[in-house]
């Protein structure tokens, strides 16, 4: 490997903070974030699962530092990070990974489940967005990154809330990235399609046979691949992009 290759996507005397990551796509971007050189505030509400990364990342050389934090409750965000010791409280890669899912047809559909998940996938990231920016800002220097879905771009029946908690995501992204690239801040998306879970990994075979031939790429993405579009759009290589979504789905959504 060159040089040039080897300092390529490095996030040394940074600090990102990945919500959502006690599991799933949040812990494979804290843990690829890390190992490019940036000091990782692991936010989740999972306490137990973010002291176990954090030892793991700091086996391997990294740094992290884990936050006990519920986006859906947009109130307390302030007060958490406030909690931060001195060195990991000045974020300056924003990762708004959190989600959840309450599905229904919109008929059966709870007022509860649709403000829930609103609640958790939008007004979450405009909390914990708002309460980093203003050190960003200072700073003149940010990277501001949502993880929708390819579902908040197509739909999918039975997911309306959570579809337009995505959708909202890539609104507010592009808003934002309006706003804020005056001050070399960017805000992009990345909207993964079907990724491999334990969820996916419980379906019967000609289930995700029929789920498989529905991408292009004729297999189901990793957490991997999303945590490497998110490496991207973090690093001083992607300074010049902006307001853009990034389809990590293998061509399911085209």
């Known amino acids: 490997m060159s040089e040039r290759e080897d300092g390529m996507f490095r996030l040394?005397?940074?600090?990102?903070l990945v919500t959502g990551a006690s599991q799933g796509i949040g812990a494979a971007v804290a843990r690829l974030l890390a190992a490019r050189g940036a000091?990782?505030?692991l936010a989740a509400?999972?306490?137990d699962k973010l002291e176990s990364l954090a030892q793991?990342?700091?086996a391997a050389g990294g740094r992290a530092q884990p936050l006990a934090l519920d986006v859906g409750d947009a109130e307390s965000v302030e007060e958490r990070l406030a909690s931060l010791p001195e060195d990991f409280a000045d974020v300056d890669v924003l990762v708004n990974n959190a989600g959840i899912t309450a599905d229904n047809l919109l008929a059966r559909m709870s007022l509860e489940d649709w403000r829930r998940v609103l609640d958790v996938n939008l007004t979450g990231a405009f909390a914990l967005t708002k309460a980093v920016l203003r050190g960003m800002m200072r700073r003149r220097w940010g990277r501001i990154i949502a993880v929708s879905s390819v579902v908040g771009l197509m739909g999918n029946a039975g997911q309306a809330n959570y579809a337009a908690s995505k959708a909202g995501l890539v609104g507010f992204a592009k808003s934002l990235a309006r706003e804020l690239g005056s001050r070399s801040i960017t805000v992009n998306v990345v909207a993964p399609g079907y990724i491999q879970t334990a969820m996916t990994e419980e379906l019967g075979e000609k289930a995700r046979d029929e789920l498989t031939r529905s991408i292009a790429l004729r297999r189901l993405g990793t957490v991997d691949d999303?945590?490497?579009a998110v490496l991207y759009l973090a690093s001083e290589e992607a300074g010049y992009v902006t307001g853009s979504v990034v389809n990590v789905s293998g061509g399911?959504?085209?």
Not at 12 to 16: E, S, V
């Open 56 to 58: 793991e990342i700091v």
């Open 226 to 228: 999303v945590a490497g």
């Open 12 to 16: 040394d005397g940074k600090t990102a």
């Open 39 to 41: 000091a990782v505030v």
């Open 45 to 47: 509400r999972s306490v």
């Open 252 to 254: 399911l959504y085209i």
